[in-house]
């Protein structure tokens, strides 16, 4: 079998995995559709944290920007959103969304959050991308903490009190099986865009940029656009997710859910880590190793989860420094990727590693 059709295969098995899950461990749809969130999560920190060399810790942004206008569009369709707030969702027997509304609203919602999330990061990036190192770093962290100060004092969309998201009609069924292939369609979209994108001449810029940005800038790249550019194709699926992740949590918390820097924020960053940044499957083994071992954790450690998972976390990433992908390369380099060797004048040559 050649390696073409060995892809095909693995892909197409996963596929199937992915879609038979829910019938197959129904008590787990939704850690599964959280799974499949956290694995957009990494991929989308490691465009511009690993691909890019741009370490933000402020992408937790554009996920609650996004959770919060799907949202908001979904209720704004039918009803006042100050009044609706001020009810604090006001029980499906105040608020009804049947089900064309509650799609219209769902289908109306998830574009609005990647395109405001989008925006965001246009107009941030702008600002914020001309740092490096450190600084760049520093400043992601502040705009996520501010982030959610804003939204914990804005009474328009609920503040501290949060937002409770519409209530489904019944007709809907089980919603954690529900969002769980929302997820599990825009993790694997995410997949296939950036796997896309790193094959193409700005896959290859925005490498150029991590191994030395001013000599790309010297060799012509106007390496500022195409920071922002990738901040931007980043926040649009984290939009999306947040508006899924919205719906799914059923309670959308300013500081908790939406801005979590302390969560989601530094959970983007160790997924892409524990698998090995700047790949592509990396982020994505990451998010699953992640997951089961924060699952595992707030089963059987009640009390000592984050204590345990951070214990995890710190001997992984000391016995593993390149990430599991990493590790595995090293181990069996016929196996398991491929390096790409580039210059800026856009061509490429593969050799195994």
Request: charged share 15%; with cysteine.
């Amino acid at each position: 079998m050649s390696d073409a059709h060995k892809k095909l295969a693995g892909r197409l098995a996963i596929l199937a995995v992915g879609l038979a899950a829910p019938f197959l461990f129904p008590a787990y749809q939704s850690q599964m559709a959280e799974l499949w969130l956290f694995v957009v999560f990494a991929l989308t920190w490691d465009l511009a944290g690993g691909q890019m060399g741009y370490n933000s810790f402020g992408n937790v942004v554009f996920l609650g920007i996004g959770m919060y206008a799907c949202v908001l569009t979904q209720v704004g369709l039918l009803y006042d959103i100050g009044i609706y707030n001020g009810a604090r969702g006001g029980g499906s027997a105040t608020f009804v969304f049947d089900l064309p509304h509650y799609l219209e609203g769902l289908a109306l919602g998830l574009p609005v959050g990647a395109l405001l999330a989008a925006l965001a990061a246009a107009v941030l990036g702008a600002f914020v991308l001309g740092m490096r190192g450190h600084y760049f770093a520093i400043c992601t962290l502040g705009l996520g903490v501010a982030a959610g100060e804003v939204a914990n004092s804005w009474e328009w969309i609920g503040a501290g009190s949060g937002m409770v998201p519409p209530t489904p009609p019944q007709v809907i069924g089980d919603l954690s099986r529900f969002y769980y292939y929302f997820a599990f369609a825009l993790a694997a979209v995410t997949f296939l865009v950036l796997g896309w994108l790193y094959r193409t001449r700005f896959g290859l810029a925005i490498n150029a940029i991590r191994d030395d940005e001013d000599k790309a800038e010297a060799m012509g790249l106007q390496t500022t656009r195409i920071k922002v550019a990738a901040w931007v194709i980043a926040a649009v699926f984290l939009g999306v997710s947040g508006g899924i992740l919205g719906n799914l949590k059923r309670f959308i918390d300013p500081i908790d859910t939406a801005f979590s820097g302390a969560t989601f924020g530094v959970w983007m960053v160790l997924m892409a880590i524990l698998g090995g940044k700047g790949t592509l499957w990396g982020p994505v083994i990451g998010a699953v190793l992640f997951e089961v071992i924060k699952e595992a954790t707030w089963t059987y450690l009640l009390g000592w989860q984050r204590v345990a998972l951070g214990l995890l976390i710190v001997i992984i990433v000391v016995f593993f420094p390149q990430g599991i992908l990493g590790w595995l390369r090293e181990r069996f380099p016929d196996r398991f990727g491929r390096r790409v060797e580039a210059d800026l004048s856009g061509t490429a040559e593969e050799t195994a590693r």
